[in-house]
């Protein structure tokens, strides 16, 4: 069976090789400065605590007491390289561990990883240092008593511990971000007038106190380089100044006899510096944070006050007769034709008030200065008006007006162009008048037809009933022989049918005028029956089957002579349009609490696009007139007309091809 081998996530063998490589340096640094040892076996400065706390900071949070281990191992060995005892060797390994992973829970508090990019974060890095020194001394001076050393305070410790964090954790944790754009001879001398001015003040021999000299070209280095830059700075400086001080050099080496004293002092120095310095560097840092975005936001805001479709505004009202235009896109200098002018300079130029243009105040003022009034005479200091400005154009004016001080004020204004609108407003009103126009043409004229059909259906009545009559009395009366009883016949048949057509007419004038219907009820049933036995010669003579299935009696409330005209109109177009051996079916139903009467023929049918047309008033289909069945084209309006003042609904359905359906459905009897 072969052997099963699990490898590491590349991510985790990175962390590890990065922890394990910054603890070999600690490992170096820490067996190298341990030379640099007074009597009580303390050295005057300790690098390797902020490698140290490097390496656990290079792992996952989760990971960090692990790490912390780690550098126990790691320092104890350090020291033991140093010749010093395992048992001070072990007591200053844990002092070490304990406080880099303190460090390195304080940085990391809150976040991801442990960056110095702001002024809190300076503050942040000066209280871990300080109270992880601190804990150092403490576990620190607690081992050197436990081994034979004597007590001469934490003060060695303390100090060494706490500048290695300032000067050395900056040069991981600070910002890349580069100052502004300076001269180029600026960033070669001021690099070159900090060395000189370090070597001078620490070189061998010097001893006047000159120690703040530095300072001034570490301040003029923020304004040039990046916080990552200073941190090498001043870790150079650090070392520098350490190292000359420790070989008896500068001006601190006279500060007491002991051999910690003078380095002491320096430590002291490089966290004052180290504090100062980063203080200066991220505070420039925010400040360009800050600035960038602010000038993005005003990039985005200018851009859209020029690019805008509406025009913007923007003045500074000095007094009532002192208004001074700050801003003012295109779009606004277009509208107000000119009174006030287009203003987009450069945001990053300085613009004195009296430099910007002043706003003209005509007398009379112009409806934009005129209403620059009312808005200061508004309670809110807000004013709308609308106005034409002197090329016919239609515009909207918004102010808002926000006091300054004593007689001060920003007033925006926002110019609306809205010609397009009140154009299209006053089409739609003379679109509107004429379509009441039209209306009301088509209903007068409506109405001139409806009376024109009822004058001469009444006119024709009269002369229809008189033919009726002495038809009558002629075959009651003389003796005729049957071709005279032919002609006869013909006369009474087409008199009947113009009576028929007359009594259309007059129906339909009656239904346009009558908004109410008779009240009344009709057996549904009853009605069928009585049509189609009226209708039954017709339909036997045209060869077509009239067929009514058995139902009970269906009570509609509707008037009986309207029902009968309607089964009538419907039965007889129905028999007229189906060929021979065909069939007509009337039938009657219950649904959804309406009376419903069918009348199915299976005939040539209507085309689809003409449903809705064979209603209309002497609408004749393209069926009929192929086929010639005779017809006024007015007895399915007539229909319409009379389910309609009935309260009920009519409609037609048909394949334009086999068979056509008249659907009527009427309200049922309440009881």
Same mark, same amino acid.
């Given at each position: 069976?072969?052997?099963?081998?699990?490898? %590491?996530?590349?991510?985790?063998?990175?962390?590890?090789?990065?922890?394990?490589?910054?603890?070999? %340096?600690?490992?170096?640094?820490?067996?190298?400065?341990?030379?640099?040892?007074?009597?009580?076996?303390?050295?005057?400065?300790?690098?390797?605590?902020?490698?140290?706390?490097?390496?656990?900071?290079?792992?996952?949070?989760?990971?960090?007491?692990?790490?912390?281990?780690?550098?126990?191992?790691?320092?104890?060995?350090?020291?033991?390289?140093?010749?010093?005892?395992?048992?001070?060797?072990?007591?200053?390994?844990?002092?070490?561990?304990?406080?880099?992973?303190?460090?390195?829970?304080?940085?990391?508090?809150?976040?991801?990883?442990?960056?110095?990019?702001?002024?809190?974060?300076?503050?942040?890095?000066?209280?871990?240092?300080?109270?992880?020194?601190?804990?150092?001394?403490?576990?620190?001076?607690?081992?050197?008593?436990?081994?034979?050393?004597?007590?001469?305070?934490?003060?060695?410790?303390?100090?060494?511990?706490?500048?290695?964090?300032?000067?050395?954790?900056?040069?991981?944790?600070?910002?890349?971000?580069?100052?502004?754009?300076?001269?180029?001879?600026?960033?070669?001398?001021?690099?070159?007038?900090?060395?000189?001015?370090?070597?001078?003040?620490?070189?061998?021999?010097?001893?006047?106190?000159?120690?703040?000299?530095?300072?001034?070209?570490?301040?003029?280095?923020?304004?040039?380089?990046?916080?990552?830059?200073?941190?090498?700075?001043?870790?150079?400086?650090?070392?520098?100044?350490?190292?000359?001080?420790?070989?008896?050099?500068?001006?601190?080496?006279?500060?007491?006899?002991?051999?910690?004293?003078?380095?002491?002092?320096?430590?002291?120095?490089?966290?004052?510096?180290?504090?100062?310095?980063?203080?200066?560097?991220?505070?420039?840092?925010?400040?360009?944070?800050?600035?960038?975005?602010?000038?993005?936001?005003?990039?985005?805001?200018?851009?859209?006050?020029?690019?805008?479709?509406?025009?913007?505004?923007?003045?500074?009202?000095?007094?009532?007769?002192?208004?001074?235009?700050?801003?003012?896109?295109?779009?606004?200098?277009?509208?107000?034709?000119?009174?006030?002018?287009?203003?987009?300079?450069?945001?990053?130029?300085?613009?004195?008030?009296?430099?910007?243009?002043?706003?003209?105040?005509?007398?009379?003022?112009?409806?934009?200065?005129?209403?620059?009034?009312?808005?200061?005479?508004?309670?809110?200091?807000?004013?709308?008006?609308?106005?034409?400005?002197?090329?016919?154009?239609?515009?909207?004016?918004?102010?808002?007006?926000?006091?300054?001080?004593?007689?001060?004020?920003?007033?925006?204004?926002?110019?609306?162009?809205?010609?397009?609108?009140?154009?299209?407003?006053?089409?739609?009103?003379?679109?509107?008048?004429?379509?009441?126009?039209?209306?009301?043409?088509?209903?007068?004229?409506?109405?001139?037809?409806?009376?024109?059909?009822?004058?001469?259906?009444?006119?024709?009545?009269?002369?229809?009933?008189?033919?009726?009559?002495?038809?009558?009395?002629?075959?009651?009366?003389?003796?005729?022989?049957?071709?005279?009883?032919?002609?006869?016949?013909?006369?009474?048949?087409?008199?009947?049918?113009?009576?028929?057509?007359?009594?259309?007419?007059?129906?339909?004038?009656?239904?346009?005028?009558?908004?109410?219907?008779?009240?009344?009820?009709?057996?549904?049933?009853?009605?069928?029956?009585?049509?189609?036995?009226?209708?039954?010669?017709?339909?036997?003579?045209?060869?077509?089957?009239?067929?009514?299935?058995?139902?009970?009696?269906? %009570?509609?409330?509707?008037?009986?002579?309207?029902?009968?005209?309607?089964?009538?109109?419907?039965?007889?177009?129905?028999?007229?349009?189906?060929?021979?051996?065909?069939?007509?079916?009337?039938?009657?139903?219950?649904?959804?609490?309406?009376?419903?009467?069918?009348?199915?023929?299976?005939?040539?049918?209507?085309?689809?696009?003409?449903?809705?047309?064979?209603?209309?008033?002497?609408?004749?289909?393209?069926?009929?007139?192929?086929?010639?069945?005779?017809?006024?084209?007015?007895? %399915?309006?007539?229909?319409?007309?009379?389910?309609?003042?009935?309260?009920?609904?009519?409609?037609?359905?048909?394949?334009?091809?086999?068979?056509?359906?008249?659907?009527?459905?009427?309200?049922?009897?309440?009881?």
């Amino acid at each position: 069976m072969l052997p099963v081998t699990t490898r %590491l996530p590349r991510s985790v063998q990175a962390t590890v090789i990065l922890h394990l490589a910054l603890m070999s %340096l600690a490992l170096v640094l820490g067996s190298g400065t341990a030379a640099f040892t007074g009597s009580n076996l303390i050295s005057v400065w300790w690098p390797a605590i902020a490698v140290c706390t490097l390496a656990v900071m290079a792992v996952p949070r989760r990971w960090f007491l692990v790490a912390g281990g780690s550098v126990l191992v790691w320092m104890t060995v350090a020291n033991m390289l140093a010749d010093r005892p395992f048992g001070l060797s072990f007591g200053y390994g844990l002092a070490n561990a304990v406080e880099a992973v303190l460090v390195s829970f304080l940085l990391t508090y809150g976040r991801r990883r442990a960056r110095l990019e702001r002024r809190r974060d300076v503050l942040t890095l000066l209280g871990a240092a300080g109270l992880g020194a601190a804990i150092a001394t403490v576990i620190a001076s607690v081992t050197l008593l436990a081994n034979g050393g004597s007590y001469v305070g934490g003060t060695p410790v303390l100090t060494s511990h706490a500048s290695a964090l300032l000067t050395i954790l900056p040069l991981a944790l600070t910002s890349t971000r580069s100052a502004e754009r300076s001269p180029r001879w600026q960033l070669v001398a001021q690099p070159i007038a900090l060395t000189t001015t370090v070597l001078f003040v620490f070189w061998p021999g010097h001893t006047l106190p000159l120690a703040f000299l530095p300072m001034p070209f570490l301040v003029w280095g923020t304004l040039l380089y990046s916080s990552r830059a200073m941190a090498v700075q001043l870790a150079a400086v650090a070392i520098t100044v350490t190292s000359l001080t420790a070989a008896g050099h500068g001006p601190f080496a006279a500060v007491t006899a002991d051999a910690l004293g003078p380095v002491q002092a320096v430590q002291i120095f490089l966290i004052t510096y180290a504090a100062s310095i980063f203080a200066f560097a991220t505070g420039r840092d925010e400040r360009q944070v800050i600035a960038a975005r602010l000038a993005e936001r005003e990039q985005v805001l200018r851009g859209g006050l020029i690019d805008a479709q509406i025009g913007l505004v923007i003045m500074h009202e000095v007094s009532p007769t002192e208004i001074r235009v700050v801003e003012a896109n295109v779009r606004a200098a277009e509208l107000l034709a000119g009174e006030v002018p287009a203003i987009s300079d450069d945001p990053s130029a300085e613009v004195l008030d009296e430099d910007l243009p002043l706003l003209e105040i005509p007398d009379p003022p112009t409806p934009f200065v005129a209403a620059l009034v009312a808005a200061r005479l508004s309670p809110l200091g807000e004013w709308y008006d609308e106005f034409e400005t002197p090329d016919q154009r239609q515009v909207e004016l918004f102010l808002t007006r926000v006091p300054r001080g004593p007689g001060e004020a920003f007033v925006t204004a926002q110019v609306v162009d809205v010609t397009q609108r009140h154009l299209a407003d006053a089409a739609m009103q003379r679109a509107l008048s004429d379509e009441r126009a039209a209306a009301a043409r088509l209903r007068e004229v409506n109405r001139q037809k409806d009376d024109f059909l009822s004058s001469v259906s009444h006119e024709l009545r009269t002369p229809i009933t008189s033919i009726l009559g002495y038809v009558e009395l002629i075959e009651d009366e003389t003796e005729l022989d049957d071709e005279q009883r032919a002609y006869l016949a013909v006369v009474e048949r087409n008199a009947r049918r113009l009576g028929v057509l007359v009594e259309d007419l007059l129906d339909l004038g009656a239904g346009a005028a009558r908004n109410e219907r008779d009240s009344g009820t009709t057996d549904l049933r009853d009605a069928v029956q009585q049509t189609c036995q009226e209708l039954l010669p017709v339909a036997t003579a045209r060869g077509v089957r009239l067929e009514v299935p058995a139902v009970p009696p269906l %009570l509609a409330s509707a008037a009986r002579a309207d029902v009968g005209r309607i089964l009538t109109n419907l039965m007889t177009n129905a028999i007229k349009f189906t060929p021979a051996d065909g069939s007509v079916t009337i039938t009657t139903a219950l649904q959804d609490d309406h009376a419903v009467l069918t009348v199915t023929d299976t005939g040539s049918g209507i085309a689809p696009d003409e449903l809705e047309q064979v209603f209309g008033r002497f609408y004749r289909s393209a069926a009929a007139e192929e086929s010639s069945v005779p017809g006024t084209g007015l007895g %399915l309006a007539l229909v319409r007309s009379l389910v309609e003042r009935n309260g009920g609904a009519i409609a037609l359905d048909s394949d334009g091809a086999s068979y056509t359906t008249a659907t009527v459905r009427l309200p049922l009897v309440r009881h």
